[in-house]
């Protein structure tokens, strides 16, 4: 019988009307590492905030050592239990040392010469982990390559001081290491569970997943759809049970199936900016779908279609925002002022904006896009999500680009609202636009002409219209091991 | 009329013309009526120096926060300074000394753009920094000399109409102006969207680099412009001409309703600002008040308009 490390209980989060976590039971158990796969929006990344605190579930219990948590959890809580996270985004501070970072965790590291036990710490567990990894406490981080800063931040994550060490998770923690220091952390990983500890270890890599698993648990939608023994698991058996069976065959009756193989070339791209590797090519009317894991190159490579980097580009282009706060809406002004700004060339008569052909270009689009306001000089902070994002297509389609760039556009928009854009993107498709849409949703490749699967920045698989499936994205999303 | 009132309330430069409008009915409360006009048209002659300033610092502070030209005092007196030595109070050399004090402000003005965006310095420090290479210029090239303007020149920046200077009129004019740019035109539209969001400005496909280098050299062109203005009004260039200039340039963007944190500009604010601290030094000095009270008076003062006309955006 061996001891629990964490419990989960039927623990949900909602966002709005997202269900991230729809019940998880989970029981990870001491000296044992867990491999935890599941594509975008399978709600791994809910899950080890819930873990470490940073998002508190809705529904369910939390059991830290077989007792059940009923005071509050939050991040100092759960790192008092002795929880560590390594985070995909690197989480140390740029302008701080590597000792300096290490005391961030640890504040029983004070007075006279903390400096010094905190280098000592660090350093003895980069030496235990990273034998010859050449990275001096004293480091600025800012100035370590992001490989040595990812090990940094490992080893912090492993550094035992006053609170116990129980539970680790690490989010695709090989992504920025070399073949030989992904090899050494997993040896260390086998180490450290020896002596008790648990991990969570989370990877596109699924070779790495197979062997340094005890025990696979797959998720999906927000739930645990399969758990075995490692050795239960083979790198089919996982990429099957990450998709589902309905999805497949619905996907090829809604495709469109077009006629563009003929049609000049508008844009073609190298994503990875080197000339080797495949390259993306889009012709005129085509939808072409990005996918793969978040994070692994598809908006890096829309910015560099957009700013024509090592990308020819033989057409006037638009950007639609995922990131509506960051990317998108300007927030002083007017919907009527958010949708026109890409326009105003068109009517713009010896150097002055004619304000009645504004006016009449946002009213069209109001109509059109049926964005949702008695007045388009309301401001736009007055829309709904979907309905700002809604003005934001309305800005890119009544411009004068025929390539639309969309960089996962609907992220946290309604169904409805999706529905409507999906069928003026077939319309405008259908009249000799193209579009270059990165989505993490697998619905959404259904509209596709063609889909580059990416992974590591690169592409790893292209599929045209009739052979796009779930099992085949996750399988050229997932890679057998570090290439 | 109800709603064209509601709006008008809503104004965020109605705040600075209030403002100066109490602080000139107190000064002629003060004298028993006696001087209110002159007091307007001396405040309209000084004022409209620091909104020629201040229209440039506008546009510079509207592209969004850290945003800001300190160069412009420097950028007057070389341009002062170039024009009076170049004209050397001849009629003949009026237009080749406005051209050669022009060029000398625009090349500060590229000048300033190299620094903040090829060597990615603050502009805050990049201006800064340049001020003291500009002024070191006007000084090596004016050596101390004191030339008058041409009698022109010195008409044209000192004459006025039933108590209206000619200038004030002109910078209205450029005031007018200035406001369909921002409102109408691309450029205008750019600037006020650079200083939203950069990012989301560039993603729209506006040209935000070229729009940038484009509003330093304005600020700068209105620097010079200020420059050769004021040595006619002041009857020559003076080494410190520009030193009242770098922080009232700032002040009266902030306190006629331009957004610090840009996005948001104002252009008549500037106008019922400059008048409005004019006014106040103006009667600070008939109430007999010593240099030091003044001072703390006008810190006071600045921080009291700012608060309430500020209130609209604490909503936000």
């Known amino acids: ?483 | 009329m109800k709603p064209a009132l509601k709006r008008l309330g809503h104004q965020p430069w109605l705040g600075s013309f209030i403002a100066a409008t109490v602080v000139w009915l107190m000064t002629i409360a003060f004298t028993g009526g006696q001087g209110g006009g002159e007091i307007l048209t001396s405040a309209l002659s000084f004022g409209t120096f620091t909104v020629i300033v201040g229209l440039g610092q506008m546009m510079v502070i509207t592209t969004g926060p850290g945003n800001v030209d300190l160069s412009i005092p420097a950028t007057m007196t070389l341009s002062g300074v170039i024009a009076m030595k170049i004209m050397n109070t001849d009629e003949a050399l009026l237009l080749i000394g406005i051209l050669a004090a022009l060029s000398a402000s625009l090349v500060v003005g590229v000048a300033n753009y190299i620094l903040i965006r090829l060597l990615r310095i603050p502009p805050i420090i990049a201006t800064l920094s340049s001020s003291f290479l500009i002024l070191s210029t006007a000084i090596s090239y004016g050596r101390g000399i004191r030339i008058k303007p041409p009698p022109s020149l010195a008409e044209f920046a000192t004459v006025r109409y039933a108590g209206v200077p000619v200038v004030a009129v002109a910078v209205v004019a450029l005031s007018f102006l200035l406001a369909i740019v921002l409102k109408r035109t691309i450029y205008g539209r750019t600037v006020l969207a650079i200083g939203q969001n950069e990012r989301a400005a560039w993603l729209a496909g506006l040209n935000v680099k070229s729009v940038r280098f484009a509003t330093y050299l304005l600020s700068a062109l209105f620097a010079g412009i200020c420059g050769i203005l004021q040595s006619g009004f002041s009857g020559g260039a003076a080494l410190n001409m520009g030193d009242d200039f770098l922080l009232s340039s700032i002040a009266v963007v902030v306190i006629g309703g331009t957004s610090v944190a840009g996005g948001k500009a104002n252009v008549p604010g500037i106008w019922g600002a400059a008048l409005f601290m004019y006014l106040l030094v103006t009667m600070l000095n008939i109430f007999g008040a010593s240099p030091g009270v003044r001072l703390i008076l006008t810190g006071v003062m600045i921080i009291a308009v700012i608060t309430m006309a500020g209130g609209e955006k604490a909503s936000r």
């Not at chain 1, 007075?111 to 350093?123: C, E």
């Not at chain 1, 991990?199 to 939608?221: F, P, Q, T, W, Y």
């Open chain 1, 1 to 483: 019988m061996t001891l629990e490390a964490i419990r989960l209980d039927g623990v949900e989060k909602s966002f709005g009307a997202v269900r991230a976590l729809a019940g998880v039971d989970l029981v990870v158990s001491a000296g044992e590492c867990l491999g935890l796969v599941g594509h975008n929006g399978a709600g791994k990344s809910t899950l080890m905030h819930v873990l470490t605190g940073t998002l508190s579930p809705d529904k369910g219990s939390l059991a830290v050592g077989g007792v059940t948590v009923s005071g509050e959890w939050s991040a100092a809580a759960s790192q008092r239990a002795g929880i560590r996270c390594v985070f995909q985004e690197l989480s140390l501070c740029p302008n701080l040392s590597v000792a300096e970072n290490a005391r961030i965790m640890h504040s029983p590291l004070r007075g006279f010469g903390w400096k010094k036990r905190a280098s000592d710490l660090i350093r003895a567990k980069l030496d235990e982990i990273f034998p010859g990894h050449g990275i001096d406490p004293d480091d600025e981080i800012a100035d370590l390559p992001i490989g040595k800063r990812q090990m940094a931040e490992i080893a912090r994550a492993f550094t035992v001081m006053s609170d116990p060490l129980r539970l680790v998770i690490l989010d695709e923690p090989t992504s920025s290491l070399d073949a030989v220091t992904a090899e050494q952390l997993l040896a260390y990983i086998g180490k450290e569970t020896a002596k008790g500890t648990a991990v969570i270890l989370i990877s596109h890599l699924l070779g790495e997943i197979l062997s340094a698993s005890n025990r696979i648990v797959v998720m999906k939608d927000g739930k645990s759809v399969a758990e075995r023994p490692a050795d239960g698991f083979d790198r089919m058996s996982l990429v099957a049970a990450m998709g589902s069976e309905g999805h497949g065959s619905s996907s090829h009756s809604t495709s469109i199936v077009s006629s563009t193989g003929t049609s000049p070339v508008l844009v073609k791209a190298h994503p990875d900016a080197s000339k080797t590797g495949p390259e993306l090519v889009v012709r005129k009317g085509e939808v072409i779908g990005l996918a793969g894991l978040a994070g692994h190159g598809q908006t890096r490579t829309l910015l560099q279609i957009f700013s024509r980097d090592h990308a020819s580009v033989e057409a006037p282009m638009s950007f639609i925002a995922g990131d509506r706060q960051s990317d998108g809406i300007f927030n002083l002004w007017s919907i009527a002022r958010n949708v026109t700004i890409r326009s105003l060339k068109s009517f713009t008569r010896f150097g002055l904006i004619d304000p009645d052909a504004e006016a009449r270009l946002a009213e069209e689009w109001k109509s059109r896009m049926a964005i949702r306001t008695p007045d388009m000089d309301n401001n736009i902070l007055t829309l709904s999500g979907g309905n700002q994002q809604k003005a934001l297509f309305a800005r890119a389609l009544a411009s004068d680009a025929t390539v639309i760039l969309m960089d996962d556009p609907m992220r946290g928009v309604d169904i409805g609202t999706k529905l409507e854009v999906y069928d003026m993107i077939r319309t405008e498709a259908a009249n000799g636009r193209s579009f270059i849409w990165y989505t993490t949703e697998f619905d959404e490749l259904a509209y596709c002409d063609r889909v580059y699967v990416f992974r590591n920045g690169k592409i790893s698989d292209e599929i045209n219209a009739g052979s796009i499936s779930e099992e085949r994205i996750l399988q050229a999303s997932f890679a057998e091991s570090a290439a």
